[in-house]
């Protein structure tokens, strides 16, 4: 009896899904999903530029610098989705409409591409103002998670990327009229929340990188690779085991499975790598280098400046010579 009044009471303490994923302010739809995204990015920012300054940086270039790398990430995002995850609904003879993966609007983004290609964005600002990439990323990487644990919660307001059915009481429900809804399973059927799962993950990840950050611990790069390892090992036992979600396949394996693992063995490999260049480098008896320093001029610039400076002397001594001339006139008729 006491079972059956549990399970009674499960529904009672499921998650709800949200009944609305946008608001219309006028002619303008603003999906909750982006501002969940604008809010993270907001918040690795706000982070990133406060460490950037206490390893020694100028915080505002953490702004110059997210100016190459978050439109970057932005067509990295949407690339992976339209040529990782779901190619088959924008190419071949099932799609549409042929333009399509140009409208991002409609939803499609991986944040597996947004970083890598978001990274590439990043290394080219950080060139173009004499920071140190290394430093940079390890300033920032805290901010990335902390801005993916507040992205995930966009997928709760679309209903989406949910797991396996649970009764577990934090099962999160689904509307039947919701398109993402498994047409395979009852309704009232309950899911796992694999965006808490991967919100919460991140979170405790935030915590940790800032924490081996203040103990000490880790040397220039590791942060970073840490970064990748972690995500990549909390992504991969989310894809492995709980999401059934539609996705492309390779060798029976959801291609998202092997993307983690790519991140696991990367995180691993590139973190290792870090550790022995640091130790390396002390055993040599080498400082590090400064996290920032005043980019090179271009040669134009250089030659620019030169010019106008030899301009300048030229009429500064047309001028002596002219003051000097005046002033022996003045002797001799006086």
């Keep these: 009896m006491s079972v059956l009044l549990s399970a009674a009471a499960l529904p009672a303490l499921s998650i709800p899904s949200p009944s609305v994923s946008y608001l219309q302010l006028g002619p303008l739809r603003v999906h909750f999903y982006a501002l969940c995204i604008l809010t993270g990015m907001a918040v690795c920012l706000w982070l990133g530029s406060r460490r950037w300054k206490a390893a020694g940086g100028t915080p505002e270039r953490v702004f110059d610098v997210a100016m190459w790398a978050i439109p970057a990430g932005i067509v990295g995002a949407r690339a992976y989705h339209v040529l990782i995850t779901d190619p088959g609904s924008y190419f071949g003879p099932n799609a549409a409409d042929s333009w399509a993966f140009l409208k991002i609007w409609e939803g499609g983004i991986g944040i597996m591409g947004a970083v890598s290609v978001g990274a590439l964005g990043a290394w080219y600002g950080c060139r173009r103002h004499g920071m140190n990439f290394a430093a940079f990323a390890d300033a920032v990487a805290p901010g990335i998670l902390l801005a993916q644990a507040f992205g995930r919660w966009g997928n709760w307001f679309n209903q989406e990327l949910f797991g396996k059915p649970t009764t577990l009481p934090w099962g999160l429900e689904i509307s039947t009229s919701s398109g993402n809804f498994p047409s395979q399973y009852p309704a009232g059927?309950?899911?796992?929340?694999?965006?808490?799962?991967?919100?919460?993950?991140?979170?405790?990840?935030?915590?940790?990188?800032?924490?081996?950050?203040?103990?000490?611990?880790?040397?220039?790069?590791?942060?970073?690779?840490?970064?990748?390892?972690?995500?990549?090992?909390?992504?991969?036992?989310?894809?492995?085991?709980?999401?059934?979600?539609?996705?492309?396949?390779?060798?029976?394996?959801?291609?998202?499975?092997?993307?983690?693992?790519?991140?696991?063995?990367?995180?691993?490999?590139?973190?290792?790598?870090?550790?022995?260049?640091?130790a390396a480098k002390v055993a040599a008896g080498i400082e590090p280098g400064p996290v920032e320093v005043a980019p090179k001029r271009s040669e134009k610039k250089a030659a620019n400046v030169a010019e106008d400076s030899d301009g300048s002397a030229d009429s500064d001594e047309k001028s002596e010579g002219t003051e000097k001339a005046e002033k022996s006139e003045d002797a001799a008729s006086s």
């Design 189 to 278: 059927t309950l899911f796992h929340p694999t965006f808490l799962y991967e919100s919460l993950w991140n979170l405790l990840g935030v915590a940790l990188l800032l924490w081996l950050g203040r103990k000490g611990v880790l040397k220039l790069g590791q942060t970073l690779w840490l970064y990748v390892f972690y995500y990549g090992v909390g992504r991969l036992f989310i894809e492995v085991f709980l999401r059934i979600d539609t996705s492309e396949m390779l060798w029976g394996v959801r291609i998202h499975v092997w993307t983690a693992l790519i991140l696991v063995l990367l995180g691993a490999t590139g973190f290792v790598v870090a550790g022995r260049r640091a």
